[in-house]
């Protein structure tokens, strides 16, 4: 069975730390900073703080994966938790409480682009595509971009494996050798250029 085109940004896989929080770091997003989905790739801006990175952008690092965020809601007259940050519902110059994931150790499941990534990829360096967010469940729509795969230093994340079980399942399509390589394949990457591990070749 083809793998479908369904892609959830970058979810936890493994990590120095542990479920459910798996170190993640308390940063602030700008009121106006527009929307950014859970297992999406965040920046830092020059002001200290973050917003949803744009495809292929972060050339200097990304700042790490959105994991969720809180924050004084306009309209609900109240604290509101949320596993993604909508883009307003927030006075005018406060701030949002976002919550990312910058563990260096930290290792991601991604959904690959319509090409697929082979085997032939694993240890080299790979960019991404934002996606679109669903506004629905708040998962990222996030993948990463198999046109990039390259030994460039500054791309944002490193293969390290194809994901092939439970074989059968979405993202584990089985080609010749026994390794998912089809479109929309699942792998497993780290971080290769983050603000806490930055700029590493092949």
Not at 68 to 85: D, F, M, P
Not at 150 to 156: A, F, G, M, R
């Amino acid at each position: 069975m083809a793998n479908t085109n369904a892609p959830f940004g970058f979810r936890q896989y493994s990590g120095t730390g542990s479920a459910p929080t798996y170190e993640q770091v308390a940063v602030q997003v700008q009121y106006n900073a527009g929307a950014i989905y859970f297992g999406d790739p965040v920046v830092a801006l020059t002001d200290g703080t973050y917003a949803q990175a744009s495809s292929n952008s972060a050339a200097n690092g990304v700042g790490g994966i959105f994991a969720g965020c809180k924050y004084l809601s306009v309209s609900q007259k109240r604290t509101v938790w949320s596993n993604y940050w909508p883009g307003s519902d927030v006075a005018s110059g406060n701030y949002v409480e976002a919550y990312i994931i910058n563990d260096p150790n930290a290792k991601f499941l991604v959904q690959s682009d319509s090409t697929g990534i082979t085997l032939a990829g694993v240890n080299a360096n790979i960019g991404f595509a934002i996606g679109t967010g669903n506004t629905s469940n708040g998962i990222s729509g996030a993948y990463v971009d198999s046109s990039t795969i390259n030994t460039t230093n500054t791309l944002p994340f490193r293969i390290i494996s194809l994901v092939v079980d439970p074989p059968g399942t979405n993202g584990t399509q089985t080609v010749a050798g026994g390794y998912s390589s089809g479109a929309y394949n699942y792998v497993i990457v780290a971080f290769n250029n983050v603000a806490t591990k930055q700029l590493t070749a092949i």
